[in-house]
């Protein structure tokens, strides 16, 4: 393309917008560094704002509001007298009359997005086929005329007087006199649609609180002269006596002031990209916007959203819901921590410039895909976002094929976002995987949680949106689980369960496609490859120091001079509980009781089993149904010895349980089944039986029950096992490695 004398570019949205622009107008300049470039604008900040910029020879301010028709023909007069020779319009200018505003004024060169019929009034166009930055989209429009873009960053260009009016205001109002300077935006400016972007005042004004008692900090309140009753209510609402900036100068003294802050936590609005173009680290509360587009360019940034399925759902006028309930689920403790670790991060990322020994940590979103939510394999989605949510932002995400979530996850982990739809029994809808897909088109990394259709199908959707790197997961063989359906059904269940297993022989051959994989045993790593991380425990939390086990009894009205004999899992048919049941009876002791724990009653096999049980054994046997993660300790803390009983079926070939983590962390006395990589596992740390050999098991728990303290000392190796070889402190760095080779 010839060289262009002059142009025109067209940025007429937002403050923010426009500041996410100047990488257009830098990349030109480095180009055409002898071209004329104009800007037209049409908020007032921005013109002020960008008042002054080098490489621009004027702004051209074209208001929104109040732009009677002799206006427009002025302006439109003045433009086409320019004889401008390339046109640029931008990410957010797609409409109609901005096509044929360009048209209008006969410029050679038109370029702009290709949305709707008006496209053919650009003589370049760029379509718009994935979702990015608005930064990158604005870009794309360069690269179709050839323009090499070198220079992507975001940049604001302040005058001394503005350095001087923020210096000012620090010294005068003894800002310094605390650790660190914080900035508060809890306004988005008053537009249309910007409203509905803000999070709640009184967590804002709570949030505010904690940080200044937390982090000994000076918080400093922005936004314009139409926010200052917002900013009023804030300080109304706050314990602390906060600063406010709240239209006290014009925006230049303001971004001066914002870029004197160590930390700036704000809704999704302009002031949140001036201090991202000023490097300013920003803790962003984002609901109906969309993050991925808007998210601070370029500089350390947390996100803070609840990440509905059903968000963002913004457009400039309205959004899909009345109640906004994707800010309304933000709680005042993600904010809090989110602002506290930016300010942790920055601090020592100075104290190692300066040269202290420090590990920087690095943050990625990270979704997890479980294929259902009502299931107990959203276990092991569980397990592995425990592993990873300590430097990462992590979310599970998956169908609900039941009427209920699985019981042990009705009580939310720490730092885990559940993400889930319903779906109907045995049916699995486009609509369904989409929106969950959907969800994910931000996410750094995607973990594949099951080697089955509905995780794996979600996963693949993902990456087409959004082209994130994918890890696969496999805990179980779960062609070894329909192997056993087929060998045991009916006529109708074998026909069944063989498209099953078509289905599933399929996955297996996605799943080799897929280079990153995690497995949970020996077996599974000779069938599949990858890495192996068992089914790990917090040693912290799963520590029989921390509960007190006669306080537990009473509660449970269990004597404290029975002995009791655990089995803690879901009793499906490969369990081998009957063979338990059975070496229980020949057991015939007064003193001892025969533990159950998770039952799901709504399972026609386990309530049959149930009932049996309860028949046969009476009150020698105590049996509870499916519990919160949290109780889990709490019945092992009750235990004398714990039980894994495999029957060696195809099932149970792939699969090692992982209650037998649960119990070597608690330094019990563990019998298991020779299965898997069990016997490896609990050497000299345990028992082990051959399966189904009742004859055997029945001996072992017998003598586990007659050499306490032996019992006790194997316990005690069980946890020293545990917490040296399979504990969540061991298992973080090693998953860690991989995402890094991944990244």
């Not at 709640?200 to 139409?226: H, R, W, Y």
């Not at 055997?696 to 946890?719: C, H, M, Y």
Request: hydrophobic share 40%; aromatic share 10%; proline share 4%.
């Amino acid at each position: 393309m010839k060289t262009p004398k002059k142009i025109l570019c067209l940025s007429t949205t937002g403050m923010g917008n426009a500041i996410l622009y100047t990488p257009v107008i830098r990349s030109l300049i480095a180009n055409y560094p002898q071209s004329v470039i104009d800007l037209m604008v049409s908020n007032p900040a921005a013109k002020n704002l960008l008042e002054g910029y080098p490489g621009i020879r004027r702004i051209i301010y074209w208001p929104k509001k109040d732009l009677t028709f002799w206006k427009y023909i002025k302006i439109f007069m003045d433009l086409r007298g320019e004889n401008y020779d390339l046109f640029i319009g931008s990410f957010l200018d797609k409409s109609m009359k901005v096509s044929f505003f360009a048209f209008l004024l006969n410029i050679p060169i038109r370029v702009g997005f290709s949305n709707g019929w008006w496209k053919i009034l650009y003589t370049r166009q760029v379509r718009i086929k994935e979702q990015k930055h608005e930064v990158e989209y604005n870009l794309d429009l360069l690269k179709v005329i050839g323009v090499d873009v070198t220079d992507n960053k975001v940049g604001l260009f302040l005058k001394d007087c503005d350095y001087k009016y923020a210096e000012e205001y620090i010294v005068k109002n003894n800002a310094r006199a605390r650790k660190y300077i914080i900035g508060f935006h809890p306004g988005s400016g008053t537009d249309i649609g910007n409203t509905v972007k803000r999070w709640s005042i009184d967590k804002f004004a709570e949030t505010a609180d904690k940080l200044i008692e937390t982090l000994n900090a000076s918080v400093i309140i922005f936004g314009g002269k139409e926010e200052a009753t917002l900013a009023d209510t804030m300080i109304s609402l706050m314990k602390n006596e906060p600063l406010s900036a709240v239209g006290n100068a014009g925006i230049r003294q303001t971004a001066a002031l914002i870029g004197k802050c160590d930390l700036f936590v704000t809704n999704d609005s302009g002031l949140m990209h001036i201090a991202a173009a000023l490097k300013v680290p920003v803790a962003a509360i984002f609901g109906p916007t969309l993050s991925w587009k808007n998210y601070p360019w370029q500089v350390k940034h947390r996100i803070i959203s609840s990440n509905l399925a059903c968000s963002p759902c913004y457009n400039l006028k309205t959004i899909a819901c009345k109640n906004i309930r994707c800010l309304k689920e933000i709680k005042v403790s993600d904010v809090f921590k989110a602002a506290e670790k930016l300010v942790m991060e920055v601090t020592a990322s100075q104290q190692e410039a300066d040269g202290f020994p420090y590990k920087s940590v690095k943050s990625r979103k990270i979704s997890i895909i479980t294929p259902d939510f009502s299931h107990n394999c959203v276990g092991r989605a569980i397990l592995i976002a425990e592993l990873l949510k300590e430097n990462n932002d992590v979310e599970i995400v998956g169908p609900a094929f039941g009427e209920k979530v699985w019981l042990p996850v009705r009580v939310p982990a720490e730092n885990i976002r559940y993400k889930y739809l319903s779906a109907k029994k045995n049916k699995f809808y486009l609509k369904t995987a989409y929106k969950l897909a959907q969800s994910m088109i931000n996410s750094d990394i995607i973990i594949v949680s099951k080697a089955v259709l509905p995780s794996i199908f979600i996963a693949l959707l993902a990456r087409v949106l959004n082209n994130a790197p994918i890890i696969i997961d496999i805990d179980d063989w779960e062609l070894g689980f329909e192997f056993e359906r087929f060998k045991s059904g009916s006529v109708l269940k074998k026909i069944k369960s063989a498209f099953n297993v078509v289905k599933l022989i399929v996955c297996e051959f996605i799943v080799i496609m897929i280079k990153n994989r995690v497995v949970s045993n020996t077996y599974l790593q000779k069938r599949f490859g990858g890495v192996i991380i068992p089914h790990t425990r917090d040693t912290q939390i799963f520590d029989p120091a921390l509960y007190d086990k006669k306080i537990i009894r009473e509660r449970l009205n269990i004597p404290l001079n029975k002995k009791i004999v655990l089995f803690l899992g879901t009793p499906r048919e490969h369990k081998g509980i009957n063979e338990l049941r059975e070496a229980f009876k020949k057991i015939d002791r007064d003193d001892t009781i025969l533990m159950l724990v998770g039952f799901n009653l709504d399972d026609k096999y386990q309530k049959l089993l149930h009932d049996d049980i309860q028949k046969q054994l009476g009150d020698k046997c105590r049996m509870y149904e499916q519990q919160p993660f949290n109780k889990i300790p709490e019945f092992l803390v009750l235990a004398d010895m714990v039980v894994i009983p495999q029957r060696k079926t195809y099932s149970s070939l792939g699969q090692i349980p992982a209650k037998l983590f649960d119990a070597m962390a608690m330094a019990l006395p563990i019998v298991a089944s020779r299965t898997n990589d069990i016997p490896e596992i609990l050497k000299d740390c345990g028992w082990t039986y051959e399966p189904g050999n009742i004859k055997e098991l029945t001996d072992k728990i017998r003598f586990v029950l007659a050499n306490p303290e032996l019992s006790r000392q194997k316990g005690k190796n069980a946890r020293q096992t545990c917490v040296n070889k399979y504990s969540n402190k061991i298992m973080k760095s090693k998953i860690d490695e991989l995402l890094n080779k991944v990244v």
